[in-house]
């Protein structure tokens, strides 16, 4: 059992599967590296910018894009709810909490405005379109509540913990704030 979630590092930019990887895999031309760093490892790497993704929309990408690998929704509801699932973590945002309180001072870079950073922070002049980086959502919550109700609901239980540190991580640190609108 995976009970630690695994994140990803860019140029002192942290994230985590669902949390914009795949695009940045892209922009930095990392698609066949291993550029995976685990909870520990957090700790003695360089991180300015942590890409967060609201709990709830992360939760139900990350169901949806395990239903592309096994079209079963209850054993894709467990492996979530049991840390079976690379996709997500029950414990993700408890765990950058508890990282941004022993080492403050990062900015935090919500998803929708990673395009925005990239481009107006890091300066990379060639940002793709993010459409070909989004899940195609088969379940939306209400799908999943009618399908599953007894798991789901335990998840949206955990989900109440994981929304209070989220709220915590945006309160206790410097949050990015789009500079003008892209084109």
Same mark, same amino acid.
């Given at each position: 059992?995976?009970?630690?979630?695994? #994140?990803?590092?860019?140029?002192?930019?942290?994230?985590?599967?669902?949390?914009?990887?795949?695009?940045?895999?892209?922009?930095?031309?990392?698609?066949?590296?291993?550029?995976?760093?685990?909870? *520990?490892?957090?700790?003695?790497?360089?991180?300015?910018?942590? $890409?967060? %993704?609201?709990?709830?929309?992360?939760?139900?990408?990350? $169901? @949806?894009?395990?239903?592309? *690998?096994?079209?079963?929704?209850?054993?894709? +509801?467990?492996?979530?709810? #049991?840390?079976?699932?690379?996709?997500?973590?029950?414990?993700? =945002? %408890?765990?950058?909490?508890?990282?941004?309180?022993?080492?403050?001072?990062?900015?935090?870079?919500?998803?929708?405005?990673?395009?925005? #950073?990239?481009? +107006?922070?890091?300066?990379?002049?060639?940002?793709?379109?993010?459409? @070909?980086?989004?899940?195609?959502?088969?379940?939306?919550?209400?799908?999943?509540?009618?399908?599953?109700? =007894?798991?789901?609901?335990?998840?949206?239980?955990?989900?109440?913990?994981?929304?209070?540190?989220?709220?915590?991580?945006?309160?206790?640190?410097?949050? =990015?704030?789009?500079?003008?609108?892209?084109?």
């Amino acid at each position: 059992m995976n009970t630690l979630p695994h #994140f990803k590092l860019y140029d002192k930019i942290l994230t985590y599967p669902k949390c914009g990887t795949k695009f940045l895999d892209n922009i930095y031309n990392k698609t066949n590296e291993n550029i995976h760093i685990n909870f *520990y490892n957090l700790f003695k790497s360089e991180i300015d910018y942590i $890409i967060l %993704r609201d709990p709830l929309s992360h939760l139900i990408s990350a $169901i @949806n894009e395990t239903l592309k *690998y096994e079209d079963n929704l209850k054993n894709n +509801l467990e492996s979530l709810l #049991f840390g079976n699932n690379i996709h997500y973590n029950i414990n993700h =945002y %408890r765990l950058l909490e508890l990282y941004t309180k022993l080492k403050p001072n990062k900015t935090i870079i919500l998803l929708e405005n990673l395009s925005n #950073f990239l481009q +107006l922070e890091k300066k990379i002049k060639k940002i793709p379109s993010t459409v @070909n980086y989004k899940t195609v959502k088969i379940y939306d919550i209400e799908k999943i509540k009618e399908e599953e109700p =007894y798991l789901i609901n335990l998840l949206l239980k955990n989900l109440d913990f994981e929304i209070s540190s989220y709220k915590n991580i945006l309160n206790d640190n410097n949050v =990015y704030k789009p500079k003008k609108t892209l084109i």
